[in-house]
Nanobody, 116 residues
Framework: QVQLVESGGGVVQAGGSLRLSCVASPSISIFREMGWYRQASGKQREFIARVRGPGRADYADSVKDRFTISRDTVKNTLYLQMNNLKPGDTAQYYC??????????WGQGTQVTVSA
């Protein structure tokens, strides 16, 4: 069964850091592209970051220079390192995987709450 499972969310004060993890099964290599999205209460889901290969990462302007996406093919895990967190980063964070010629896969989400 193909699935993505996120973890690492929590409550942190503004200026703090968190690292989100997304474990892919059966293997991270089946995904051509992987990314992170978030959805704040009452808002639409928005793109945060994606990685399409070694050295090919894209970020939303709102998180550029604060968040870093990375992929560990040995651990089958996608990461999102989040630094200098702001209250506006509070949201449910979702991992996404895009496969060639097949529907995308979404994780169940992990909640990040940043207090002022």
């Amino acid at each position: 069964q193909v699935q993505l499972v996120e973890s690492g969310g929590g409550v942190v004060q503004a200026g703090g850091s968190l690292r989100l993890s997304c474990v892919a099964s059966p293997s991270i290599s089946i995904f051509r592209e992987m990314g992170w999205y978030r959805q704040a209460s009452g808002k639409q889901r928005e793109f945060i970051a994606r990685v399409r290969g070694p050295g090919r990462a894209d970020y939303a302007d709102s998180v550029k220079d604060r968040f870093t996406i990375s992929r560990d093919t040995v651990k089958n895990t996608l990461y999102l390192q989040m630094n200098n967190l702001k209250p506006g980063d509070t949201a449910q964070y979702y991992c996404n995987g895009e496969r060639p010629f097949d529907r995308p896969i979404w994780g169940q989400g992990t909640q990040v709450t940043v207090s002022a």
